[in-house]
């Protein structure tokens, strides 16, 4: 499947007098090129300078760019790629709320009048989430050491990510997110750097932090904050997980209490899934890693291993993926590239469910896959039931900072989930759709709302927004969220 991220824009300047635009045209595709969009830059009788926007196929620019070069009256002033032209001066920008057009504005937004409200949040700090931006603010917040499929890159090349989640989190819930990528991996300074920042934020979203140090980071964090803390790479992959699952077994006809559920990769993401697994009622958990099946007598060095070990495997099975794999209802990877084969799928339970999401290259190819299991689901765009954290992180920040949580909690997180698989009605429910679009707009709304409800209902929540006052509603609210 062709992107964006594929192609190249050209900028050439073609004598008209010596050749065609047709020529050019044909060049490109000759050499393997597609031409989806030329815009003209200026036109006279002698020449023409036009853009043209190029999608590659299998060809490298420098082959389509050469032969360009290669044609009489053609000048090839530039190439550009289109995505690092998204990213020229960043993607997001501050914008004032008010205009600031007279003393008397001067006076009110800074001094002398800021000093009153400074004064008032001074004598009661809770009227910070209502006098300043930290009632909509998220600080998303990295160290550049796990930066998407590409590892430990650094503080200055985790940016763009961060930005871009920024941009999600305005765009999808009306959330200011504010990107900061930190210049160490020492886990004692980043845990006190982000202390002394979090007055001027209404929540903390960590991204891109290596395991195991992303474990300790967030628990030190949600235990000497008073604001919700929220590592992503652990709890957003999870929360989609089991929301893709809830409705892969809609689809099925299985029950979690019933089934037997392989997660593949006991990393940071790996672990919150099983968490979260053990938290929607599944009774048969199996961990694979790449030392084999977590057992109860084994001893690990990592604790979350001893932890993931005394949870799962009540059958108590032995030796490695394949074993584990057998007899399986579920198959969740969040591992590495082609690590199940095609013969463990077909040892796999009847109607087979497989989440594939390691990126870019699954656990095994979808559509190998495709004939022997019954729902396939992958981290990939390209493919059906891409499982993504984007359809999480917006709305249950969102509910979070409506209410005032105190911190994001199981309850909460559950409740996303839920919310999120229940945005696909029966009628819309099939083996290619078991998760929304994250440009539905019922998702964060929906979401949004079941996240409140579990505050509420859980004692972490410092605010009942309006709409939540009263007891009856609230009562059957809390009812229908915790139905399914």
């Keep these: 499947m062709k992107s964006s991220s594929n192609s190249i824009l050209l900028r050439i300047e073609l004598d008209q007098t010596v050749t065609t635009f047709g020529e050019v045209a044909s060049v490109v595709s000759r050499a393997g090129g597609d031409i989806v969009a030329i815009d003209v830059i200026r036109s006279d009788r002698q020449s023409t300078m036009r853009d043209i926007t190029v999608n590659l196929g299998t060809q490298t620019e420098e082959a389509i760019a050469e032969n360009i070069r290669q044609l009489p009256g053609v000048v090839l002033h530039h190439i550009s790629d289109p995505t690092f ?33 400074c004064m008032a949040i001074h004598e009661n700090p809770q009227k910070a989430f209502t006098l300043t931006i ?5 600080a998303v917040i990295s160290d550049g ?9 650094g503080p200055a090349a985790a940016m763009p990510v961060m930005e871009g989640k920024a941009m999600l989190f305005k765009q999808l819930a009306g959330v200011d997110a504010v990107p900061i990528c930190l210049d160490t991996k020492d886990t004692e300074e980043i845990i006190r750097t982000i202390k002394h920042m979090a007055p001027a934020f209404g929540g903390i979203n960590l991204e891109d932090i290596s395991s195991p140090r992303c474990f300790e980071i967030e628990t030190r964090l949600k235990q000497e904050l008073d604001i919700p803390v929220f590592h992503d790479d652990q709890h957003g992959t999870a929360v989609v997980v089991l929301a893709g699952l809830i409705n892969a077994l809609r689809v099925t006809k299985k029950r979690m209490e019933d089934i037997r559920i392989v997660v593949l990769g006991i990393g940071a993401a790996g672990v919150s899934i099983i968490k979260m697994l053990l938290g929607a009622g599944a009774q048969n958990v199996v961990a694979v890693d790449r030392h084999g099946i977590l057992t109860r007598g084994a001893a690990y060095d990592n604790p979350l291993w001893d932890w993931v070990a005394q949870h799962t495997n009540p059958d108590d099975l032995q030796g490695g993926l394949s074993d584990a794999v057998n007899g399986a209802d579920v198959f969740v990877g969040v591992s590495g ?28 190819d979808p559509e190998i896959a495709e004939p022997y299991v019954r729902v396939m689901a992958t981290g990939r765009s390209d493919f059906p039931n891409q499982i993504n954290n984007v359809l999480c992180f917006p709305g249950i920040f969102r509910g979070a900072l409506d209410c005032r949580a105190s911190e994001i909690n199981e309850e909460m997180k559950l409740a996303a989930s839920r919310a999120i698989a229940l945005t696909v009605s029966d009628d819309e429910l099939n083996e290619q759709y078991i998760i929304p679009s994250i440009f539905n707009e019922r998702v964060v709304q929906s979401i949004r709302d079941q996240v409140v409800l579990a505050a509420i209902s859980s004692g972490v929540a410092r605010r009942i927004p309006p709409e939540f006052k009263g007891s009856k509603p609230l009562e059957r609210r809390l009812t229908h969220a915790m139905m399914f």
């Design 134 to 138: 930290k009632r909509n603010t998220v």
């Design 337 to 364: 590239p082609n690590v199940l084969k095609l013969d463990d799928v077909r040892r796999m339970a009847a109607d087979p469910i497989v989440f594939a999401m390691a990126n870019p290259t699954p656990e095994i």
């Design 145 to 153: 050491t796990a930066v998407l499929g590409l590892g430990d890159i």
């Design 85 to 117: 032209l998204v990213h020229l001066g960043g993607k997001i920008e501050v914008q004032p709320k008010i205009p600031i057009k007279n003393r008397d504005d001067l006076s009110k937004v800074y001094t002398p009048g800021v000093a009153k409200v």
